[in-house]
Nanobody, 128 residues
Framework: QVQLVESGGGSVQSGESLRLSCSVS??????????MAWFRQTPGKEREGVAG???????KYMGSFEGRFTVSEDAAKTTLYLQMNGLKPEDTAIYYC????????????????????WGEGTQVTVSS
């Protein structure tokens, strides 16, 4: 069974950086075409897409995340990363790693119901 495991969350001050990691080796060993992404969720809100990268190397950023956040994967395709710079208190959320079997379609966004595999999430807390 494919498992995604996030790590790297924690508590930081406003303006600081964090890098989240997600172990994806079981997924990428199984599927050669894929999309992997980061989502986040705060209490009372729906889960929202942050950034994704597919097996063709295409990246997708939702909203205003591009420029502050960078999504990447390692060359061995075992780990998905989310580098978060200039963190703000409103970035406080549980961050989830997600994956699906097919890459990005043209002009497609990152929508929760299109992903099959999910991690348990990692908490990020940013204080002012």
């Amino acid at each position: 069974q494919v498992q995604l495991v996030e790590s790297g969350g924690g508590s930081v001050q406003s303006g600081e950086s964090l890098r989240l990691s997600c172990s994806v080796s079981e997924f990428t060993k199984t599927y050669s075409r894929y999309l992997m992404a980061w989502f986040r969720q705060t209490p009372g809100k729906e889960r929202e897409g942050v950034a994704g990268i597919d097996s063709d190397g295409e990246t997708k950023y939702m909203g205003s995340f591009e420029g502050r956040f960078t999504v990447s994967e390692d060359a061995a395709k075992t780990t998905l990363y989310l580098q978060m710079n200039g963190l703000k208190p409103e970035d406080t959320a549980i961050y989830y790693c997600a994956a699906r079997r097919y890459p990005l379609f043209p002009h497609e966004g990152l929508w929760e119901n299109t992903f099959t595999y999910w991690g348990e999430g990692t908490q990020v807390t940013v204080s002012s």
